[in-house]
């Protein structure tokens, strides 16, 4: 598969990363052999969080893997921290318990990266700096990043953290394209989308920081796929036709259309089915043209100016 540079990490990735979520719901003998499917594919960046199945999927996924310190360096981690029951927490102490219980869980000395998984509105950024330092210091944790976040949120922790932010974790899909739409509505009265992100687009692409699109398939806030539903007819014909050309699946054309965008996204792939995963991981051989991509987008019920 085709890689990517991760922000300014120094890390190539692939440009697919497999999302963790899900997989507290299989089996060892299905998660052996999903992981398996994964890596013979070249997606060995494993996407993780503290909460996903309450700590169950990074266990799975330990469990799964055979993690031992030989086969620890033909994988990337990358985990989440931060959210807790009724609040979020970006406290020194927070961040320094929930590495440590990662870590446990993964059967790992270390993480390759750790995001912050949803702004904190009581941050204290000193604190945050102090966090990483000691996780850097002391092996945990190689590289950090943000999940979420608009670029006001980043800049206040990047005054006091002074490891690079490498990657954002941010909602992306075909119909749920805020970050791209209010960028078409610059000084129009009558906007078709509300700047919801404050330009976390272009701020991401200046700062070298990686967007890994979450949820590339999901209209709304979990509502449902897209891809096959009676709410989009327009875009799925559109999908299909462009599907048929390239001889690909819908699934591969939604994920295709992500990748196109030129600041180079690594979008986080959700599905524990491991024919779905290939079908994204085929994205990464696809060049929509230009027309092809304005096509998709307005046939989701996007406008242009």
Avoid at 15 to 28: D, F, I
Wanted: charged share 20%.
């Amino acid at each position: 598969m085709r890689t990517i540079g991760l922000g300014t990490s120094g890390l190539q990735v692939p440009v697919v990363a497999v999302g963790c979520m899900r997989m507290n719901a299989l089996e060892k003998r299905e998660a052996e052999a999903f992981i398996q499917t994964a890596l013979e594919q070249g997606a060995n960046f494993f996407d993780h969080a503290d909460i996903y199945g309450g700590g169950r999927s990074e266990e799975i996924f330990a469990d799964a893997f055979g993690m031992n310190s030989n086969k620890r360096e033909s994988i990337i981690l990358q985990s989440k921290c931060g959210i807790r029951k009724g609040m979020f927490d970006f406290s020194k102490g927070h961040i320094l318990t929930s590495v440590d219980n990662i870590l446990k869980r993964l059967q790992t000395d270390y993480l390759d990266v750790l995001l912050l998984h949803r702004p904190d509105t009581l941050v204290e950024p000193e604190e945050v700096a102090e966090a990483f330092d000691t996780l850097e210091r002391e092996g945990k944790v190689r590289h950090f990043g943000v999940s979420n976040q608009h670029p006001l949120q980043i800049e206040l922790l990047r005054k006091y953290v002074k490891q690079p932010l490498v990657a954002n974790q941010l909602q992306l899909s075909i119909t749920n394209a805020t970050m791209i739409t209010s960028g078409f509505n610059v000084n129009m009265e009558n906007a078709a989308a509300v700047n919801r992100d404050g330009g976390i687009l272009d701020y991401c692409r200046l700062h070298d920081i990686t967007i890994q699109p979450w949820s590339p398939f999901q209209y709304g806030f979990f509502e449902g796929v897209f891809l096959g539903s009676d709410k989009y007819p327009e875009l799925n014909a559109k999908i299909d036709e462009i599907a048929a050309k390239y001889e690909v699946t819908n699934t591969t054309i939604a994920i295709a259309w992500i990748l196109r965008h030129p600041a180079k996204m690594q979008p986080v792939i959700g599905t524990m089915n491991a024919t779905r995963l290939q079908e994204c991981i085929k994205a990464s051989d696809i060049q929509l043209t230009r027309q092809e991509w304005y096509e998709i987008y307005l046939a989701a019920g996007n406008v242009l100016p």
